[in-house]
């Protein structure tokens, strides 16, 4: 039997170290939508960029963990030879809490976007291209 191919892309990201979806979700991509919604930041350790690249790892690891979700961050910084920060998860926690919900919509779908845009047309179902519908 074939693997399915979300558990096969599932077991990469779980295998991967640091924060894997930052060559997926790009930055500027969040950024976008953060200027769109009018929501500032500080530059801190934990800018939405971070916090969402880490909860959706955390989503998709077995562990599932605050703590673990920290050390993926620390594990990105290391390797991205930044100042490693401290694996307390208090900061990712109240980090986390401060993401506002409205940005996951247009987030959703510039993905759907940038994913219909990478399709090639023989990677279409039937060369019919897909329909991405994301409601907010």
């Not at 500032?40 to 959706?56: E, F």
Request: proline share 7%; hydrophobic share 40%.
């Amino acid at each position: 039997m074939m693997p399915n191919r979300a558990e096969v892309l599932k077991e990469k990201y779980q295998n991967s170290t640091g924060l894997p979806f930052a060559e997926v979700l790009p930055e500027a991509e969040i950024q976008a939508v953060l200027d769109e919604a009018g929501i500032t930041y500080r530059q801190v350790l934990y800018t939405p960029m971070v916090v969402l690249w880490s909860w959706i790892s955390q989503v998709l690891d077995a562990d599932g963990s605050l703590s673990h979700a920290v050390k993926r961050v620390v594990t990105w910084m290391r390797l991205a030879g930044l100042k490693v920060p401290s694996a307390d998860t208090g900061g990712y926690s109240k980090a986390h809490k401060r993401l506002s919900e409205s940005i996951f919509p247009p987030l959703l779908q510039r993905v759907a976007r940038m994913l219909q845009q990478n399709v090639s047309p023989a990677q279409q179902w039937c060369g019919r291209p897909g329909h991405w519908s994301v409601k907010g």
